[in-house]
Structure formats: structure tokens, C-alpha cells
């Protein structure tokens, strides 16, 4: 059983650690193509964020930005792999980042083409999210079952 629960998590973490291998070879003098392709999307988020809470954002350098990405799904990654629980918040954390500003549905109408594309986009996103909410949950119910059994108390013999 170990070795299926090793399979599953490495098929998971699959998505997470070639999609950080391919922007770190392509990361570069400039944070590659991630950091030109995320530019307009993060500003897109900044400013929805900023029409609607109020609250500006100071500016982020791009190239930090994907940098940070790349280390959040590679150390994750690697650590989820082997059943860490912190490799699985490390790469929650990195999704609920990510998510909204790569998949911002909500700057286009539903009738355009894009809008759908995004949306099914960001779904998955929530899928994988889930996936790493439910795998910490099961580690924390475990965690807490084996502390209830260990706490209790041996029978008295009868004599």
C-alpha cells in the first residue's frame, strides 16, 4: 500500500515539478518567458484588487515573482513526494497565490472565448487544490487517531 500511496503522490506532484523545471531552464537575465507572460496578468489582478478592496499592493519584480514559483512547486514538490506535510503547504500556498492571477476568468465576459479557456483552467487549479487539502487532512486525522490510541488506558487485570 505504501508503494501505490508513493505512485499517487509522485503522479500528483508531477504537474507541479516539470512545470518548475521547464521556467527554471527558462528562467534567464529576466525571468524568461513566465516573468513576460505574468507581468500583464499580475497588474490585471492588482488593479481588480485595488478597484474592489481599496488596497494597493507595492510593486513586484517579476523575475522575484517566478523565482519564488519555481522554488514554492520545486521544494514542495520534491518534499510532497516523500510525504511531507509541509511540502504539501508549500505547495498550497503556491496555488492559492497563483491561481487567481493566472487564471482571471473574471476580466472577460462569458461569451468570449477566452473566458472559458480560464475557467476551466482555474477549476483544475481547484481541483489540485483540493488534492493537497485532502492529503493534509488525512495526515492530520491520522496523526490525531494515533494519539487517541496511545493515550489510552491499559485495562486493570482482574484477579
Known amino acids: 500500500m505504501e ?5 499517487g503522490r509522485a503522479l500528483f506532484v508531477s ?20 516573468a513576460k507572460s505574468l507581468k500583464p496578468k499580475f497588474n490585471a489582478f492588482v488593479n481588480h484588487l485595488t478597484t474592489h478592496t481599496g488596497q494597493h499592493l507595492p510593486p513586484v519584480d517579476m523575475k522575484l515573482l517566478v523565482a519564488a514559483a519555481i522554488a514554492l512547486k520545486g521544494i514542495g514538490g520534491l518534499m510532497f513526494v516523500f510525504g511531507s506535510t509541509l511540502g504539501a503547504y508549500l505547495l498550497l500556498l503556491h496555488q492559492a497565490v497563483a491561481t ?5 476568468f473574471y476580466n ?3 461569451d468570449r472565448k477566452e473566458f472559458g479557456q480560464l475557467f476551466s483552467k482555474f477549476t483544475q487549479s481547484l481541483a489540485l487544490l483540493g488534492g493537497l487539502l485532502f492529503f493534509i487532512g488525512m495526515k492530520n486525522s491520522r496523526r490525531h487517531g494515533r494519539q487517541l490510541r496511545k493515550k489510552t488506558a491499559p485495562k486493570a487485570k482482574a484477579n
Request: aromatic fraction near 22%; charged fraction near 20%; avoid cysteine.
Open 3 to 7: 508503494l501505490v500511496s508513493f505512485l
Open 100 to 104: 487567481p492571477i493566472l487564471y482571471d
Open 15 to 34: 504537474v507541479f515539478l516539470l512545470s518548475a523545471w521547464q521556467e527554471f531552464n527558462d528562467f534567464g537575465e529576466d525571468g524568461g518567458r513566465s
Open 108 to 110: 472577460y465576459d462569458v
